[in-house]
């Protein structure tokens, strides 16, 4: 099992030009699971009509394919108030027979207390597999509850370092849009980076001092940030006479004085342009919005938290106290100065009110938990937010995930640094899978094949691809070892081993020298062998798992569907032969079919596949 060639393709997949929205929906709207609770909702009006349910469809793994669970809790609802039902088991029963007729259900029954298993008919599971073949991926999309959402990820700060969790956030933030924008959600990338607060003072003086024809003077000069930002900061801490010229630096920048603001452009244009050189290699965009960006908001919008009443003084500064909270949230600092949480106040009013977004996400390392909840708690108290009980929009979500570790348990730092560079940390993820990548091709005399461009971008896309997957596998919340073995090794749970699951699939299709365009169109997909229903029945799912990634803001059930998928693929390719046998068109489909999938989850998860057509 190899990576059968070196030609890299992106992963989108886009096999039509009509967008989602506009095609028939001929085998219907939404996941499987919603299109199964239309019909649910259908039934429940007719069935008890007298109140009204969520309908409660789930994947059933033993006695069918998907089983409603409404009877139980009907039940308790109606029993006692003169209900001809005589027990939970009767109301299933008739949720099962006022299902409208659909070509979905292939037949029903009632278990126990009223549990209504659902097997799907084979034709309807078959023609949608073909229906997405012909029409793309997309009409496989869930429907989410929001047209438009921010997604505030990365989020570095100005000549501090961009460490690991950055990476994380990043990682995952960007993954999420990925969801979102798959779902047809109009996402706007948000990049919150820390451009504004007192270090720019020190950062600037230091600058005018070291570099007195700084204006003239490039990226280059000034070298690396972190460096220069530690040579200030060791300025300030030991220099009073710089410290107080540094105090003033703040003053004169926050006063809009000419020199000083060009001195802050020219420090955060040299911190963005190493920022982007990150984006760049792991294919991320963003649009930057800086905590600057926000200023003119802060005082109209502190104006109207006080007038609603919830600004008070406490020893100097402007705070907002809140219920559940030994310390209040501060404002305005005892100086006058804005912080964090008066820019993220602004930030969430000008995400609401001018661009109107319903779903707004946070994507940050989970120490930053109460701030989040407490500001979220502040913008509920202003009635920006409805109460979460009652699970309407808009919303704020603090997506918080844990630390990355290295093999001695501890923070994962290298061995120069305090912290890990993230570009340093890129380089080694594509040298190492480059010379073991070399070591294969070496093995099997294929070197001759490739060229010079093929090797980097594959190593770069396996590389890349597989600190991606080690990082979103896992429940975000969850630390983790950060192991370049482990991820780069092509057996288990990695992006290497689904990388040639997925090519291998590519090759079997290839090797048959069928055309699977022409195929698609002419021939037709049977689920008659168990293991070509399990797979097909799969397949389907994959929009109700992109739903609920997106609904949970959890990126590993995706990596977790993919993961099974290719098991699943395994099963099927064991048991059922395909080229050559009387079923191969149809099973040939299945592989395409498969192939399509989980390229898509490779696209969602930012992974850039690497395989040949
Ligand atoms: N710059 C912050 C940090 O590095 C993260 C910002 C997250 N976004 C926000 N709106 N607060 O910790």
């Not at 709207?29 to 199964?36: C, H």
């Not at 710089?242 to 420090?267: D, H, S, T």
């Not at 995930?401 to 923070?411: I, M, N, T």
């Not at 290497?496 to 037709?524: F, P, T, W």
Request: glycine letters at 6%.
């Amino acid at each position: 099992l190899r990576v059968s060639c070196g030609a890299t393709t992106m992963g989108d997949e886009t096999s039509t030009s009509v967008p989602a929205q506009e095609q028939e929906p001929t085998v219907g709207a939404g996941s499987v699971k919603q299109q199964l609770s239309r019909l649910v909702i259908s039934s429940l009006r007719t069935t008890v009509p007298e109140v009204e349910v969520e309908p409660m469809v789930e994947v059933s793994a033993k006695f069918a394919d998907y089983q409603c669970n409404n009877a139980m809790g009907l039940w308790s609802k109606v029993k006692g108030s003169g209900t001809s039902f005589k027990n939970p088991n009767a109301i299933g029963q008739a949720i099962a027979k006022n299902l409208p007729s659909s070509d979905i259900i292939e037949s029903t029954s009632v278990a126990g207390p009223g549990f209504v298993n659902i097997t799907l008919s084979n034709s309807w599971v078959a023609k949608r597999i073909q229906d997405m073949l012909i029409n793309g991926i997309n009409t496989w999309a869930p429907i989410l509850p929001v047209k438009k959402a921010v997604i505030d990820f990365s989020s570095p700060n100005i000549a501090k370092e961009m460490h690991v969790g950055h990476l994380r956030s990043t990682i995952i933030g960007d993954t999420l849009a990925r969801m979102f924008e798959f779902s047809n959600v109009d996402v706007l990338r948000r990049n919150h980076v820390g451009d504004w607060g007192t270090q720019f003072g020190m950062l600037i003086e230091y600058l005018f001092e070291k570099f007195p024809n700084w204006q003239e003077i490039g990226s280059q000069a000034i070298g690396d940030l972190q460096v220069f930002y530690k040579a200030s900061k060791h300025k300030f801490d030991n220099d009073p006479e710089f410290k107080e010229r540094a105090q003033q630096g703040v003053v004169r920048l926050q006063g809009g004085e000419e020199k000083y603001r060009e001195a802050w452009k020219k420090i955060c244009d040299i911190s963005r342009s190493e920022f982007d050189l990150v984006y760049k290699r792991l294919n991320v965009e963003l649009e930057e919005k800086g905590e600057s960006f926000y200023n003119p908001y802060i005082p109209q919008v502190l104006a109207e938290l006080n007038s609603k009443g919830l600004i008070q003084e406490s020893e100097g500064a402007q705070v907002i106290f809140i219920e559940g909270y030994q310390i209040p949230l501060i404002v305005v600092k005892r100086d006058g100065g804005f912080n964090y949480a008066s820019t993220d106040l602004a930030a969430l009013w000008y995400r609401l009110n001018v661009e109107k977004a319903e779903w707004i996400i946070y994507v940050t390392d989970v120490g930053q938990q109460q701030h989040f909840e407490m500001f979220f708690k502040a913008a509920r108290m202003a009635g920006w937010l409805p109460d979460p009980k009652e699970n309407k929009f808009p919303k704020t979500n603090h997506v918080g995930f844990g630390l990355v570790l290295g093999s001695d348990g501890k923070r994962f730092r290298t061995r120069s640094t305090e912290v890990v560079r993230l570009v340093e940390l890129l380089d080694e993820a594509k040298s190492r899978s480059k010379s073991e990548l070399l070591q294969r091709l070496t093995e099997n005399g294929k070197i001759v094949d490739w060229t010079d461009e093929e090797l980097e971008q594959t190593s770069e896309a396996v590389g890349y691809g597989a600190v991606k997957y080690a990082d979103l596998k896992n429940n975000r919340l969850t630390n983790y070892t950060f192991s370049f073995e482990q991820m780069l090794s092509d057996k288990g749970n990695t992006a290497v081993y689904l990388q040639y699951a997925h090519a291998r699939i590519c090759s079997i299709i290839r090797k048959s020298n069928k055309d699977v365009e022409e195929l698609k169109m002419s021939g037709a997909i049977s689920l008659d062998h168990p293991d070509e229903r399990v797979l097909g029945l799969y397949l389907i799912r994959f929009a109700e798992v992109v739903e609920e990634a997106c609904t949970n803001l959890l990126p590993n059930v995706v990596c977790e569907y993919l993961y099974n998928l290719s098991e699943m693929f395994t099963k099927f390719y064991t048991n059922c032969q395909v080229v050559g046998s009387p079923e191969e068109t149809s099973r040939l489909l299945l592989c395409q079919a498969t192939a399509v999938v989980m390229r898509q989850c490779f696209q969602l998860l930012g992974i850039t596949p690497v395989y040949k057509l």
